[in-house]
């Protein structure tokens, strides 16, 4: 991965106690963007990759380490901190069935948890769920002794709530919010106003992807060319690809005036759903 920067000069020189601080910690990079709530704007992104390969949790903490002592940027008072760790352990669930002391058991249904996990929820208004998932509790212990209070963040609640936000300016019958990870894909289905499925799939190739965007829709009754996509992640090697069966290909960016001019070079599907943490500011 290239080390990505941007930032406004005029950032530099204040205090990010009126900012939120939005992080993406990978097994591969460790990205964050800054948004100014005066501006209501974004001001700063930067993408870097850890210093050595990361093969566990253990490498991971030690890549997190380095990375926030060497930055600058992470040193800074926020007014919250918000992180996702993209990863397939998570279950949705309808709220009212939610009670925290069945958390834990919920998860396990369709997922083998680590001793080393710690368990968190986000909801999801648009659908009235919450969203059960795993994150490695040697990087929140690392992420909270270096700064401090943590809100967690699933990317499944944040594709569903693109999904939804996104519906109505689709003009097709159905729309697919698609995030591409290293080695799999989320898929969220919305389909005569309402959110029919949430499902990650292992995927190797973009052949894989349309053969399972193909299967769901024919599970649904979606008939060739009444249904977009609305992408963010890792695109760009399954772009050739899906465009020669999407013909309508959305992305979830936000409006110019969201970014200062510095980020716009920057603005790119693979940060998607790190500038729509902020969404879920408590």
Known sequence: MTPIFAI???FESCSGSHCYLCIVCTMEEFSFCIFDAQQQKYVALKSLPYAKSVQDYNDLNKGVAAIIAEEPLLQLPYKEVLCMYPNRCCTLVPSQWAPPQLFKQQLELNHV????DEINVCPIPSIDAECLFAVPGPLSAKLFEKLGRVTYVHQSALLVQNLMQWKDVC????LFAVNIGQDYADIALCAQGQCKLYNT???RSANDLVYFLMLIAQQYKIENGQSSLLLSGNVDAYMPTLSQFFADILHTKLSPEYYVDELHKCLHP???LLFS???CVS
Do not use: K
């Open 270 to 272: 693979r940060f998607d």
């Open 171 to 174: 003009t097709s019958s159905a």
């Open 8 to 10: 406004s000069p005029q």
């Open 113 to 116: 948890l680590s001793d080393l």
């Open 277 to 279: 943490l902020v969404q």
């Open 201 to 203: 799939f292992t995927i």
